[in-house]
């Protein structure tokens, strides 16, 4: 078992940034890829980004390249999402996830394990 816990949501200006945090315990983190997506109310949750077991490979979603980044630690068995240059349609709950592989994949339904969530609200 793999337990994920998000935190660092909350309200952020058009423009502004954020940084979301993924603390996960459990089962050995380096052994897992981890994911970020994403669900605004009325619509099906969607893929942000993704890294994969050691950090060396990472996907993004077209519509927050250039804008997000994702990072993980793993002797603190963290990872990381910085979001700069926010937009209101950035607005959702945020999960992390993590899949038991060493690739990570933009498939939601290949991931393991799943955090609360945490709500990112941008106002304009």
């Known amino acids: 078992q793999v337990q994920l816990v998000e935190s660092g949501g909350g309200l952020v200006q058009a423009g502004g940034s954020l940084r979301l945090s993924c603390a996960a315990s459990?089962?050995?983190?380096?052994?897992?890829?981890m994911g970020w997506f994403r669900q605004a109310p009325g619509k099906e949750r969607e893929f942000v980004t993704a890294?994969?077991?050691?950090?060396?490979?990472?996907y993004y979603a077209d519509s927050v390249k250039g804008r997000f980044t994702i990072s993980r630690d793993n002797t603190k068995n963290m990872v990381y999402l910085q979001m700069n240059s926010v937009k209101p349609e950035d607005t959702a709950v945020y999960y992390c996830?993590?899949?038991?592989?060493?690739?990570?994949?933009?498939?939601?339904?290949?991931?393991?394990?799943w955090g609360q969530g945490t709500q990112v609200t941008v106002s304009s």
């Open positions: 890294v994969h077991w050691n950090g060396g490979r990472t």
């Open positions: 459990g089962r050995i983190f380096s052994s897992f890829a």
């Open positions: 996830a993590a899949r038991y592989a060493l690739y990570s994949s933009t498939d939601h339904r290949e991931y393991n394990y």
